[in-house]
């Protein structure tokens, strides 16, 4: 099903490569990490990415594309999930693709007070006005095997992506569902209506356990299966932070954020 490094699944007629893992965690002094999930999903007639990232994530964006030989112009569509700064910057790398966004979503962005949220306001209202923009609905064939499935709680519009593979569900949950501690509590961090985020979480584990063997991919976490009712993470938590702290560019200090390296 998946390759060594475990970036890669081969589902279906569908290729899907996560270009980034997101990580769960976030910073205790410095506010959000912003290290999102960033997913590329090739079929024969699309070549589609879930989220684009936010300005940190630029470079390691095109690398990675580059690695798999897709130019930033064959990209044919951008699925953003919410409109927070650490997924939906880099929409303008992307000038052929369609950039969906749910009708909802884009709605509460704009009304957003400057200087206020997470909403990046002048990427926000660019995309208001770019020619390719789609706003899009509950429940809505997105593109060939793709569904949305708006999922309010972290964002009022916050979208998932319900890819059918023909033999399971591969879900792109962004930050309605955040990481495995919010799937298993069913509770959120960062919700504005935890009753909401509760009915949300309820609803991708419906499309998520549907059938064996569907994979659900969140917004700051690694991917995960489900094996027999219990859930296991696909890969490894990788993230390190060099840091200098001793007045030397060649001596650097390497922090590991996670417990399981
Ligand atoms: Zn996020």
């Known amino acids: 099903m998946t390759n060594e490094n475990k970036r890669t699944f081969l589902m279906g007629s569908y290729r899907i490569d996560i270009i980034v893992h997101g ?3 976030k910073s205790v002094c410095h506010g959000p990490l912003g290290f999102s999930t960033i997913a590329l999903i090739r079929h024969n007639n ?26 930033p112009d064959e990209v044919t569509d951008v699925l953003l999930t919410h409109s927070h700064f650490d997924h ?19 709605q509460w962005a704009l ?20 020619q390719k923009l789609v706003l899009i609905e509950n429940n809505e064939e997105i593109l060939s095997g793709i569904k949305s499935l708006i999922c309010p709680g972290h964002t009022p ?7 059918d593979t023909g033999d399971c569900d591969i879900v ?11 799937l298993v509590s069913r509770a959120a961090d960062m919700t504005y209506d935890a009753h909401l985020t509760k009915k949300s979480i309820a609803d991708i584990w419906g499309k998520w356990s549907r059938r064996n063997g569907g994979i659900l991919i969140p917004g700051h976490d690694l991917p995960m299966v ?18 200098w702290f001793d007045g030397a560019l060649n001596q650097t200090t390497l922090i590991s954020l996670s417990p399981r390296n």
Not at 113 to 119: D, E, L, R
Request: proline content about 4%; glycine content about 8%; hydrophobic content about 40%.
């Open 23 to 25: 990580f769960p965690g």
């Open 46 to 71: 699309f070549t589609a990415l879930v989220d684009v990232g936010g300005f940190g994530q630029r470079l390691i964006l095109n690398q990675r594309l580059n690695e798999l030989g897709v130019s």
């Open 88 to 106: 939906a910057i880099n929409w303008v790398n992307f000038p052929n693709a369609n950039i969906y966004i749910s009708r909802d979503e884009m």
């Open 111 to 130: 009304e957003q007070p400057t200087g206020k949220t997470y909403v990046p306001e002048l990427y926000i209202a660019a995309l208001q006005d770019h």
């Open 157 to 163: 519009g916050s979208t998932v992506y319900v890819l």
């Open 172 to 182: 792109f949950t962004g930050d309605a569902c955040k990481n495995r501690a919010e």
């Open 226 to 243: 489900l094996n027999n009712d219990s859930i296991e993470y696909i890969g490894k938590h990788e993230a390190t932070i060099k840091a």
